[in-house]
């Protein structure tokens, strides 16, 4: 444990994080299922593919020496073959054989005659002309991959086009780092639950619904829990049941997140009642705002798996919301067995004088530069640690380094982004009027 | 319907499928279950938020103005404050009360002053120093929203941080655009459930999943169908399955993804198939390169909503891949009530000669730009328009417009992205080693 009083820098909170986080140990799931996971084992070819050659177009079967005499040539149709049968007829000189896209090449023919460019003067004869090259419209067997390729190795994130890949040889089960389960708990005496009018002094608890959605986009399977009153039994009762789970949510919690009750207050109970669980504090408050009062521990020790990692989050939405996307998002990540992203910086859209002995992460807009070639990250006017409804219009947090300084225009800065996604880039959904875009010959 | 035989560009095709499109009538949904949907009503604040004048620190509740004469100032502490709990007394001068993080403020307090800036020499005594200002350390009711105000604007799409505000006033269920369902039928006697060993002429299955995943990805509820086989009344009835669900898959489906049956071969019966439904085709072929059998249409009428858009796809996995997220990751996009985003383009890595009639969607990667800015689009080799397992690698495709030209090394050229995300920014899971990264300033 780090000395107690010692606040940590944000860099050093996060190391702590990290030194605590290890992937999750690999199951076999569903390959239907797994979208999104990582794959943690190699996925190998069991078969060619394609796993015999191939008609790629409508058309006929031939042998191109045939084709290539004076125009029109004429052969006779010994078979028509249908993708999903097995042709029975060879074909021989002066010969062709229909074919359908995706049926196998029968014997003796090495190309294939778009249907388009063929003629059928009488039943059972067909004619058509040169040249052809050999192997034209014939995809031959093993050209994409070979039985004992590596189809794709381990490490990797499971999109749609990479389960694709894995159904093509037939992988029904793959060996996935799971889903992290992340189990939820806001405390206070002043919570009612979201859906009902608080009472004179109460507040609604919006904690749960805001961290359960963070940790879902994030790729966790979440457990929300009741709200917890004050008292130390009660508390440890809601932690035990939520990193424990039951018949409802099954699954021991890789991850607890506990809302309020980690600030000086003569109320704030969480980190008594998690050591009384077993749960070793590592550290305790973060030199950073907003988030300060941040408290993170690991334990019980339980057989066949790590340590669950305990997040005491400040119970204010906003310093909630920032130790979530720097503490638990990157745990997430480690867990889940995604390889951690580098940081953000993005240029300045305006001079800005920072003040404060420690580092903050202000919210901000990210906004076009005006010669439309990149964004600039634009803070934002808000009314405090607790405007959550100010983030709700933000897409993530400038970030300051404590001290003073003004900022100039255009210089880069740290950006803790909202988004969980990992894309590189813009979305694409295509927008362009017909005749534009980047379809610029005459149509 | 287009005249049969013009073959679309893609402008064209595109401009038919959206103006087919609309968003979907929305439907009230628990506020918990709306991550990633569109909100249909603007979010009105029921009461003001904060809904008291809140301490913001664990601290005393005091008249500033006593506060501010010669320290240490000496006050009587008249009662605690919890979380949760109504003030009972009113601080008068000479007084205090202490009071926690998030409790109402007493009447006739001002200003609360932080528990680690106060001394408590002997029980019900408070010392403590100004200058303290009038408001310190105090939320003021309604300064983060007020009674009627719009919290949340319809048309946002419903991020964690936005879910978190709305609970905050009290939204137990919402308005939103439901998630678009969509039935996937991959058709052709050549298929084997892709689990299974393929035995002669067969081909596994891999386009359902496929599908099935490129649509979850883009937020879509998804029924995957059994294989329907080459024969004009097992399609009919595959098809109308599809479209109508049942018990188990309830509600009927807004898109109809169908794979293969769409070429010029003898037993491409989708068409028909799909008209003795009652399903108008509007185009069939697109002038595009992978992906030129496109088949669109729309219907059958039905009460109650929108007919469902339906897509025959080409059998081929990589054109069938191209075809979605050309046309179908669009129509999602309308249904769903998501704006569209706009073209990406990007600067060619290395210099590419280009030669095709037609509009070419090349499987690309991105990689980063020498000098670390930006990222650039490099096209991949790849074994042609089957080789799903070069997509599998790529980011995505690169655009080429029909003709012959030489595009040189840094020309911007379209991009179409495998990644759903609407995301503007890389992901930015934190790795800074400690002391590194923004923080600039020395621990």
Redesign the interface.
């Known amino acids: 444990m780090i000395p107690q009083g010692l606040m940590l820098?944000?860099?050093?909170a996060?190391?702590a994080v990290r030194d605590r986080a290890s992937p999750l140990p690999p199951r076999r799931g569903w390959?239907?299922k797994s979208?999104g996971q990582v794959l943690a084992e190699d996925v190998i070819a069991?078969?060619d593919?394609?796993?015999?050659d191939k008609a790629?177009?409508?058309g006929f079967a031939v042998r191109s020496v045939d084709v290539n005499g004076p125009a029109p040539v004429r052969l006779r149709v010994v078979e028509?073959i249908?993708?999903?049968?097995?042709p029975t007829r060879r074909v021989g000189p002066g010969e062709a054989s229909?074919i359908?896209?995706?049926?196998?090449l029968p014997d003796g023919a090495d190309a294939v005659v778009m249907?388009?460019k063929t003629q059928c003067p009488e039943p059972g004869i067909v004619l058509l002309s040169g040249p052809i090259e050999p192997g034209q419209n014939r995809?031959v067997r093993g050209?994409?991959?070979r039985a004992g390729d590596i189809?794709?190795p381990r490490g990797v994130v499971l999109?749609?086009?990479?389960?694709?890949?894995m159904?093509?040889?037939?992988?029904?089960t793959v060996m996935v780092r799971p889903r992290p389960i992340v189990a939820v708990v806001a405390t206070?005496?002043?919570?009612v639950p979201?859906?009902?009018?608080?009472g004179?002094?109460?507040?609604?608890?919006?904690?749960?619904?805001?961290l359960?959605?963070?940790a879902?986009?994030h790729g966790a399977m979440v457990r929300?829990m009741p709200i917890a009153p004050?008292r130390p039994e009660a508390l440890r009762d809601a932690f035990r049941k939520a990193l424990e789970g039951d018949e409802l949510s099954p699954g021991r919690a890789d991850i607890l997140l506990i809302s309020g009750g980690v600030?000086?207050?003569?109320?704030?109970l969480v980190p008594e009642a998690l050591e009384a669980l077993g749960i070793g504090c590592i550290f305790h408050k973060v030199k950073v705002k907003p988030g300060k009062p941040l408290w993170f521990g690991v334990g019980p020790d339980r057989d066949g798996g790590p340590p669950a990692l305990v997040f005491g989050l400040p119970?204010?939405?906003v310093s909630g919301?920032v130790s979530f996307?720097?503490f638990v998002?990157?745990a997430l990540?480690i867990l889940a067995g995604?390889e951690?992203?580098?940081?953000?910086?993005?240029p300045l859209a305006s001079p800005y004088h920072h003040l404060d002995d420690r580092?903050t992460y202000r919210p901000a807009r990210?906004v076009a530069s005006p010669d439309g070639t990149g964004?600039r990250v634009e803070p934002l006017t808000w009314?405090?640690?607790?405007?959550?409804?100010g983030?709700?219009t933000?897409?993530?947090f400038a970030?300051f380094?404590?001290?003073e300084r003004i900022y100039q225009k255009d210089e880069q800065?740290?950006?803790?982004?909202?988004?969980?996604?990992?894309?590189?880039?813009?979305?694409?959904?295509?927008?362009?009027?017909?005749?534009?875009?980047?379809?610029?010959?005459a149509?």
Chains 1, 2 share one sequence.
């Open positions: 820098t944000v860099p050093e996060l190391a390959l239907t979208l069991d078969i593919l394609p796993p015999f790629v177009v409508d028509e249908y993708a999903g049968q097995v229909a359908m896209t995706g049926a196998p249907v388009e995809l050209r994409e991959l189809v794709m999109d749609a086009a990479k389960l694709g890949v159904a093509s040889v037939g992988f029904g206070g005496d002043e919570l979201f859906h009902k009018s608080p004179p002094g109460q507040i609604r608890n919006s904690n749960t619904v805001l359960a959605a963070l879902e986009e929300p004050d600030s000086a207050g003569k109320r704030d119970g204010n939405p919301l996307l720097l998002r990157p990540a995604i951690e992203e580098s940081n953000l910086s993005v580092d990210l964004l009314a405090g640690s607790s405007d959550l409804r983030v709700g933000s897409d993530g970030i380094p404590s001290g800065i740290g950006f803790l982004s909202l988004r969980p996604s990992r894309s590189p880039l813009r979305h694409s959904y295509s927008t362009w009027p017909p005749g534009e875009g980047p379809q610029r010959t149509h």
